[in-house]
């Protein structure tokens, strides 16, 4: 079982920053992927970003390639989202999701955090 909890949400203005981070507990939470997703109101849930525990390889999804960041801290069993130039459109329910194995981009973690919300004003 992984526990995850998700922080680091709020509301920022259109340009603005924002850091979100996913604490991982368990057993051999450090062996997991890690992924960000996101869903806004209406909308189904989307892969944001993620990355592989083995080659902290990352994967972001094409809308917010060049402006976020994911990164991880083994030590610390935590990944970091560092969303920058956000926009309206980033406004979003923001989860992290942890898995052994599979594509990163797929919706078939094997655990989820509860959520964190962004909201971007114009």
């Known amino acids: 079982q992984v526990q995850l ?3 680091g949400g709020g509301l920022v203005q259109a340009g603005g920053s924002l850091r979100l981070s996913c604490a991982a507990s368990g057993r051999a939470a450090s062996l997991y ?6 869903q806004a109101p209406g909308k ?5 970003a993620g990355i592989r525990w083995s080659t902290d390889s990352p994967e ?3 809308s917010v390639k060049d402006r976020f960041t994911i990164s991880r801290d083994n030590a610390k069993n935590t990944v970091y989202l560092q969303m920058n130039s956000l926009k309206p459109e980033d406004t ?5 999701g942890a898995r052994l194995s ?4 797929s919706h ?9 919300q962004v909201t971007v004003s114009s």
């Open 5 to 7: 909890v998700e922080s």
């Open 33 to 38: 992927d890690l992924g960000w997703f996101r």
């Open 44 to 48: 189904q849930r989307e892969f944001v």
């Open 60 to 62: 972001y999804a094409h």
């Open 92 to 96: 979003a329910v923001y989860y992290c």
């Open 102 to 105: 599979g594509p990163l981009w």
């Open 108 to 116: 078939n973690y094997d655990y989820w955090g509860q959520g964190t």
